[in-house]
């Protein structure tokens, strides 16, 4: 096991944050001008090669780390998580990069409150409070007076409830499985499933394009590096609250290079689930 460092943990998850918000630019960009169901493919092909990579060079090698009893929950995950980030990119589009984020935000709520009945974990009523104050928060930011609100605000919000569930199922299938293990089935099942949606949406890409799809593959894998890296030398509560830098970075980036409006009520609304989540972090920090 790595020597504990929580320092460095947080600067490692802040490069993740600012890696994967950099990803989510760069995936907004080439989603407006070609298929979001080839870009994911693409994206996945690499992220299941750089999977295998990893997998190649532990202990027992691929077959070790394809072991597992469970295979179709396993399965599932990859599946879900294909579809999750389809999904969120589409909502990039949508609605911009601040406020599909500022949405998004609120998965750690959905994992909160989703955990009683899948995980049987007991939530007191002080989470549930805090569930129920950070979804004001999304309201706010849908503002169904106005603004935002539309179909499209649905998106992320679809799209946090997707990743809370693949959250929710990754530490269910912990109970019997390796990390290792369920980061190869991730990759892997990942990769297939988007190959067989993406490839009927095949477009021909021009040479600067490729460029940046060569980006996005690398920010991939370079996001899923540092964040393993920062789980290993830290303990998960106590770098979890920096991954809320993501919406930050996101947001920074969307007001910077597309041109979008920061609007007050969701900064508010995001303020508030941010500090909902933190809230939550706390009592399960607390609790364990």
Request: glycine share 10%.
């Amino acid at each position: 096991m790595a020597e504990q460092n929580t320092r460095l943990g947080i600067w490692l998850m802040v490069a993740t944050t600012f890696v994967f918000a950099l990803q989510d630019g760069i995936s907004r960009h080439l989603s407006e001008a070609y298929n979001v169901y080839m870009v994911v493919m693409i994206r996945y092909w690499f992220f299941a090669a750089f999977v295998m990579a990893v997998a190649g060079r532990q202990a027992g090698g691929l077959k070790a780390a394809a072991a597992t009893t469970q295979p179709v929950l396993q399965a599932f995950r990859g599946v879900l998580l294909v579809a999750e980030i389809c999904v969120m990119v589409t909502a990039f589009v949508l609605l911009g990069l601040t406020e599909s984020h500022a949405v998004f935000t609120a998965y750690p709520l959905l994992v909160a409150a989703l955990s009683g009945p899948i995980l049987g974990e007991k939530v007191g009523w002080r989470r549930w409070t805090a569930i129920g104050v950070g979804f004001v928060g999304v309201v706010i930011i849908l503002q169904p007076s106005g603004g935002v609100f539309s179909p499209f605000a649905a998106v992320p919000l679809l799209a946090a409830l997707m990743f809370a569930l693949y959250g929710l199922l990754t530490r269910y299938v912990a109970r019997r499985d390796s990390a290792a293990t369920s980061f190869f089935w991730t990759g892997v099942s990942g990769a297939v499933t988007a190959t067989l949606v993406g490839v009927w949406f095949w477009e021909p890409m021009t040479a600067p394009d490729w460029g940046w799809m060569i980006v996005l593959c690398f920010t991939g894998a370079l996001g899923h590096f540092t964040l393993i890296k920062c789980y290993e030398v830290a303990e998960a509560s106590a770098v979890q609250p920096f991954a809320y830098l993501q919406l930050v970075f996101a947001s920074t980036l969307g007001l910077t290079v597309f041109g979008e409006t920061l609007r007050p009520n969701v900064v508010l609304g995001a303020a508030i689930i941010v500090a909902a989540g933190l809230f939550t972090l706390w009592r399960a920090r607390q609790r364990g």
